[in-house]
């Protein structure tokens, strides 16, 4: 039953091509990796979760950010910690590489191909569970890559959201669970111990991990020619342990209670008042703007396999365990107040139930054949525009009210404009309006790109075509790379949120903005700044200095450069050579 590793591995790796291929290369694409970097980097560099307060009269996002327990000063940002951590061991190293933009470079380059290889790993335990559904060896890696590329779970695969931890974490216990099915002795307490432990896992990446346990527990309660035993609920049990204890031992140490999962279940955004769910499950499944059938339609699959094959043991059990951990997820999104996953490309909070679904999916015969290629070859199509374009590009070219028509059905009140009117604010558009939908609007996005180049017509705003991918910037000859590494960026954004707050961290992060490709003259302009504050003139002086090398026109460094050079002359101190 399993499939030929050599086989599996190529797609892997051609999988992990063509999302390198495709990806943008710089960090971060997206609000939440904006936060989970911001988080990774500060455990990287002060060991601790906790961000710097926000300047005086700043306002600060309550979802995404949590005051810390204990009334210390800082903020938290509330989502799992696996990314973090993921990131901290994939940063660390990068410290050993020359400091500047190579190091910068690095930084980037690491932290994109985190989603990467996630997603491209994620073809072996799909191609296994495929196998277990009926698939032949060639056809389940296939079949696994084909649910991968030819749905939006491709694009969300270059992305810097945390669906890719969980997309992978589930697939994967779901898949030791079945296997375990299969087995005995220890190999069955292995594999059930082994995918606990992914399940402890999967929760320090999304609490809703935990809708995958009542699927497990079905595997473990209806193993195959014998009875279930305690032991085999023991070993799942165990495996679990451990992540569970982490879990909830950071709650307590994040947010003060281990109940607390950092997503605030009972707090309510104003406006957020959830919608009827009925409205709710037409937008997930059949509504264009993002449901689940029009981004991900090799679901539709399904419908050609004979449905006697899953009645019949041992698929029955295996296919009503995916099913129940596939409506667990879709669930948890029908219950969540932000339906859409915000700013992106399909039901994001839906990849790990289209992913938990492929045991519906595996067939053969010819017309389960013919029916496969053509679902992923249309889903292909579909999906192109987001291998192509940031997702930034759609909102903002639907902002321009390029796609007419109006919104069908109810909407949440903070999705509306702030105006006594309260419209459908422009940016919602694609959430709303069923001809504002990504998939339609994308391949218009590239024509326009093709007719009129880069502009404020096709979407670009505010320097967002460098999150386009690598080779659609190649196509319209735009730089590879940016001028700056992200993480640079980053490290100097938080630098000079903390200027005010936390002087001492501000200049820390400040200057690890120059060690990690930030803004070079920025990040040492800030820097003289800070060090001028402090009284440190000498040091002042000389990074000035590095900075009008780098640009002789600089005003502001300049005049740092004077200030300095006058408090050396007050302190009596020798002037700076040069």
Known sequence: MRPRRVRVWRWVLGIAVFLCATAAWTVPVSADGLAALRTSLTLLFTGSFRLPPPPPGAWIDPVMFRTLPGGAPGLDFGYPPLGFFARVALLAPVGLVPPGLLRGRAADAVLQLLPVLLTALAVVPLSRLARLAGCSRRGAPMLASALLLATFLGPLGRLDFQEPFVVLLSVWSLERALVARRLEGVRRLKALALGGGL?????????????????????????????????????????????????????????????????????????????????????????????????????????????????????????????????????????????EGG???GPRLLAPAVALFIPWLGGRGSSWRRAALALTAFGFALNLPAYLLHEGRIYEFAALGASPGAPVG??????????????????????????AASWIQGPRILFKLVELGSRKETGDVAGGARLDSLVLRLLLGKPVFPAVAGVGRVLLDDAEIAADVEPPRAL???????????????????????????????????????????????????????????????????????
């Open 199 to 339: 399940v402890g896992l999967a929760l320090l990446a999304k609490p809703t991990a935990f809708v995958l346990v009542p699927a497990l527990l079905l595997a473990v309660w209806r193993p195959i020619r014998r009875k279930v035993r305690a032991w085999d609920f023991a070993a799942l049990a165990a495996g679990m342990l451990p992540g569970l204890c982490a879990f909830f031992v950071l709650n307590s140490v994040r947010f003060g209670s281990p109940l607390d999962f950092g997503y605030r279940f009972g707090y309510q955004p104003p406006g957020s008042e959830p919608l009827p769910l009925f409205w709710t499950a037409l937008r997930l499944t059949v509504l264009p703007n993002r449901g689940v059938l029009w981004f991900a339609p090799l679901l539709l699959l399904a419908l050609f396999v004979p449905f006697r094959n899953r009645l019949a043991e041992p698929l029955r059990v295996d296919c009503a365990a995916a099913l129940v951990a596939s409506s667990g997820f879709f669930a948890a999104n029908l219950w969540w107040w932000a339906w």
């Open 410 to 435: 109810p909407m949440l009140a903070l999705h509306r404009t702030r105006s006594g009117a309260g419209d459908l604010h422009p940016l919602q558009r694609v959430h709303y309006v069923p001809m």
């Open 508 to 578: 820390a992060f400040a200057r690890e903005a120059i060690e990690y490709g930030g803004p070079p003259v920025d990040a040492r302009a800030f820097v003289s700044m800070l060090l001028l504050r402090d009284g440190r003139a000498a040091e002042a002086a000389r990074i000035c200095r590095e900075a009008l090398a780098l640009d002789p026109g600089r005003a502001d460094v300049r005049s740092n450069l004077a200030l300095a050079e006058k408090m050396l002359e007050k302190a009596g101190g020798p002037r700076p050579p040069g």
């Open 343 to 345: 700013f992106g490309w």
